[in-house]
């Protein structure tokens, strides 16, 4: 969402006749009205909306990393570039280009963002550093494929270095209960996989930009032989509650017990799911320890969990890490 509570509030109040306790009490109403599964930004945002405010009108110059969406036209923020991976070269049209990523974080969070052509020089001449501040001017935003966005500058955006001070976000995960589970949270959650959904495990991007690949073309690249990438959700249950969980690339490869490549050639390059969806069986109910975001999947309006880490638990190693812990205290 744009902005923090506090400031929503504050805006409301400002534009209306309503007092701010009045206000805090209705969005607690609407949080309640969607049983907790929008958060008190979300609800004061309906109500805003509700209200006839266009908030979106008066966002703040400089946006945090956890109120950037996919989707957004002007985004101006800054952080600290805390990783630079190498710079590609790639061709389109008989033209060759350039593209260099970036992870850039804040107190809020981290988000990917992606340099091209002339933009890469920032990195190759050495202006642009791990470790540095960066300002971020008139960028815009894309769905990154795997639950989150992708940052990029536009025609008129700009990137520059920045004085301020930012305090990179600790990364602190807390271990929660599935039915603890709100919105934004950033958790830890243990527990067995009961289901798997039978849709398509695979989606395809570019080689050369990691873009998703339509009709067997990419926007930055035209025609592309697309590669393949895993994607599998599922239900997992801790005993208390139960969540829909999103597993990309990696995360995907651990929950199955296998790599990108073998999957997608027993399964006859994406033909024949069967073999997968066999394997998929054998693992429902094995255990994992799970770390990710919370949010609410906007199709279904439901609460799931994207998996940014994944661990599958050992039985016997855990009992015996127990027994060795009660000895050591004896």
């Known amino acids: 969402m744009y902005g923090s509570l506090g400031e929503i509030v504050s805006r409301i109040?400002?534009?209306?006749?309503?007092?701010?306790?009045?206000?805090?009490?209705?969005?607690k109403e609407k949080e309640s009205e969607f049983s907790g599964l929008i958060s008190p930004e979300g609800a004061a945002h309906i109500i805003a909306k509700e209200l006839g405010l266009n908030?979106?009108?008066?966002?703040?110059?400089?946006?945090?990393?956890?109120?950037i969406l996919s989707g957004m036209n002007t985004v101006n923020m800054t952080g600290k570039v805390l990783?630079?991976?190498?710079?590609?070269?790639?061709?389109?049209?008989?033209?060759?280009?350039k593209v260099v990523n970036l992870i850039l974080a804040d107190e809020t969070g981290q988000i990917r963002m992606s340099l091209w052509n002339e933009q890469v020089k920032a990195v190759e001449e050495g202006q642009l550093e791990q470790g540095k501040v960066i300002e971020i001017i008139n960028g815009y935003t894309k769905d990154d494929g795997m639950g989150g966005c992708e940052l990029r500058l536009g025609r008129s955006g700009q990137l520059k270095l920045s004085d301020k001070d930012i305090k990179v976000q600790s990364g602190a995960v807390h271990s929660m209960k599935i039915r603890d589970l709100s919105?934004?949270?950033?958790?830890?959650?243990?527990?067995?996989?009961?289901?798997?959904?039978?849709?398509?495990?695979?989606?395809?991007?570019?080689?050369?930009?990691?873009?998703r690949v339509t009709e067997g073309k990419c926007e930055e690249h035209g025609e592309v032989k697309p590669k393949p990438v895993l994607v599998i959700s599922g239900i997992i249950d801790d005993?208390?509650?139960?969540?829909?969980?999103?597993?990309?690339?990696?995360?995907?490869?651990?929950?199955?017990?296998?790599?990108?490549?073998?999957?997608?050639?027993?399964?006859?390059?994406?033909k024949d799911l069967k073999p997968l969806r066999e394997n998929l069986e054998e693992r429902l109910g094995?255990?994992?320890?799970?770390?990710?975001?919370?949010?609410?999947?906007?199709?279904?309006?439901?609460?799931?969990?994207?998996?940014n880490q994944i661990e599958e638990i050992d039985p016997e190693k855990e009992a015996k890490a127990i027994l060795n812990n009660l000895k050591e205290k004896n």
Do not use: H, W
């Open 286 to 307: 094995l255990e994992f320890r799970l770390r990710g975001r919370a949010k609410v999947n906007k199709f279904f309006e439901r609460l799931e969990l994207v998996a």
């Open 55 to 67: 908030l979106l009108q008066r966002m703040p110059k400089d946006l945090k990393v956890e109120n």
């Open 239 to 270: 005993g208390y509650g139960n969540i829909r969980v999103v597993f990309f690339r990696e995360q995907a490869e651990k929950v199955l017990g296998m790599d990108t490549k073998k999957a997608y050639k027993i399964t006859e390059e994406g």
């Open 83 to 97: 990783r630079i991976f190498e710079p590609r070269e790639f061709e389109k049209n008989g033209k060759k280009g």
């Open 183 to 211: 919105p934004g949270a950033n958790a830890e959650v243990r527990g067995a996989m009961v289901q798997f959904f039978e849709s398509n495990p695979f989606y395809y991007v570019c080689p050369k930009c990691e873009n």
């Open 13 to 27: 109040v400002e534009n209306t006749d309503l007092e701010k306790t009045k206000v805090e009490n209705m969005i």
